[in-house]
């Protein structure tokens, strides 16, 4: 007969028990039973699941980082506030925007909180949750400058974060190959240069270029809008498939813009609350 462990300790046990008692007489009572037939302790519960959320902190208000380096911002408020109600816990990693999509393919980070916009080209390779976010590219130029119109970028030189739908906008109007698109690293880097002359326009997100012109007054800025820039949404991303992570968040998501949390939240930041990217239709008139 083939024992296994247990089996094998329980009757090792029970015959011990039986040498104890053999040796005892009657004088002692039975010993307890072999620890191997006592009901199993409950397992400890596993630690809960900290998601790790990947942000390029060089974007405020979206996320940035303030004086004690903390991560900080509308997205980090929104992200904290859809995990509780989803009930997951999260904790947010400073990835610069070059790589972050990398960092999530391959797993380093469970998904993307970085005011990413959803695009069709990026669905192929994640999975993006409801947006939350509109936007639109805005241009930045110097006071006084020429630049009026969207189109008009065609014949300067033009700063943008690599990578982003600026950068695409941008290189669908001046050409793949263009030497006059300078690409950087973050948005306010793209910034600094458009204020120390060595760029003519920078095209970014609008909420990023006017919260950065707002707190520039001495860059001595002017922003342009152009109707030809298709509206954006914001969405966080996730590894394709991960329907888990992307049920939670969306459900999250659905819970903070249902019970007004999130209309808080954007007042924090926006001072108003938010208005829906496309006008109600107007009422029939009879
Ligand atoms: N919304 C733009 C995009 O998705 C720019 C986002 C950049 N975000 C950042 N944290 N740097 O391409």
């Known amino acids: 007969m083939r024992l296994t462990t ?38 400890a519960p596993a630690p809960a ?5 990947g942000v ?3 974007y405020a208000p979206f996320e940035s980082q303030n004086e004690k380096g903390e991560i900080v911002g509308f997205t980090i408020d929104v992200v904290n506030a859809a995990a509780a109600k989803a009930g997951i816990q999260v904790k947010f990693v400073n990835t610069p925007w ?17 005011s990413v916009t959803i695009t069709d080209e990026r669905k192929q390779t994640m999975d993006f949750t409801d947006p939350y976010f509109d936007a639109v590219q805005l241009i930045a130029v110097k006071e006084g400058s020429k ?10 030189k033009v700063g943008v974060q690599t990578g982003t739908t600026g950068d695409e906008a941008v290189t669908k109007l001046l050409g793949k190959t263009s030497a006059n698109i ?30 950065y012109v707002a707190n520039n007054p001495g860059g001595k800025f002017k922003m ?29 998501i659905a819970a903070i813009k249902a019970d007004g949390t999130y209309n808080t939240i954007f007042k924090k930041y926006f001072g108003t609350e938010p208005v829906a990217a496309v006008a109600p239709a107007p009422a029939a008139s009879k």
Request: aromatic share 6%; net charge neutral.
């Open 98 to 114: 070059e790589g972050i999509f990398n960092a999530l393919g391959q797993g380093d980070r469970d998904m993307i909180a970085s």
């Open 147 to 156: 630049i009026a119109k969207f189109d008009d970028l065609k014949k300067a």
């Open 49 to 53: 699941k900290i998601y790790a959320v």
């Open 56 to 58: 390029d902190a060089a």
């Open 224 to 252: 342009v809008s152009d109707k030809s820039f298709a509206p954006e949404q914001y969405g966080f991303a996730v590894k394709k498939g991960n329907t888990e992570l992307l049920g939670k968040l969306n459900e999250g």
């Open 182 to 211: 300078k690409r950087f690293e973050s948005t306010p880097l793209a910034l600094k240069e458009l204020e120390s002359g060595g760029v003519d326009a920078v095209v970014a997100d609008n909420g990023v270029v006017i919260h």
């Open 6 to 43: 247990r089996q094998f300790l329980q009757t090792a046990g029970l015959f011990a028990a039986g040498l104890l008692l053999a040796a005892c007489g009657k004088k002692e009572p039975p010993p307890p039973p072999p620890a191997a037939a006592a009901p199993a302790a409950a397992p």
